[in-house]
Nanobody
Framework: QVQLQESGPGLVKPSQTLSLTCTVS??????????WSWFRQAPGKEREFVAA????????YNADSVKGRFTISRDNAKNTVYLQMNSLKPEDTAVYYC?????????????WGQGTQVTVSS
């Protein structure tokens, strides 16, 4: 059973940088055809897609709201996926989730982490 665990600092000021880590156990992030992604859910809003990376690291995808600011990456040796978030805004405040799917990155997901809170506030 694949398990995902998110971690990272919880509170930052606007315009600052923050990096989230998704540690994967019970499976390899190099498993063929899997997408590894980040989602977020702000208070009172639906969960939304943030970024995804393919099983071979060959392609990445970003939501329009984070393009140019967020970068998804991976470390195969550590079986870990990262989300580097630059130029943070208060509207980036949300619970951030790591997820994995054997289907297309915009379709249903097989595995989810429990989420980690990110608060952007001065």
């Amino acid at each position: 059973q694949v398990q995902l665990q998110e971690s990272g600092p919880g509170l930052v000021k606007p315009s600052q940088t923050l990096s989230l880590t998704c540690t994967v156990s019970g499976g390899s992030i190099t498993t063929n055809y899997y997408y590894w992604s980040w989602f977020r859910q702000a208070p009172g809003k639906e969960r939304e897609f943030v970024a995804a990376i393919t099983w071979n690291g060959g392609s990445t995808y970003n939501a329009d709201s984070v393009k140019g600011r967020f970068t998804i990456s991976r470390d195969n040796a550590k079986n870990t996926v990262y989300l580097q978030m630059n130029s943070l805004k208060p509207e980036d405040t949300a619970v951030y989730y790591c997820a994995a799917t054997s289907g297309y990155y915009l379709q249903g997901y097989d595995y989810w982490g429990q989420g980690t809170q990110v608060t952007v506030s001065s």
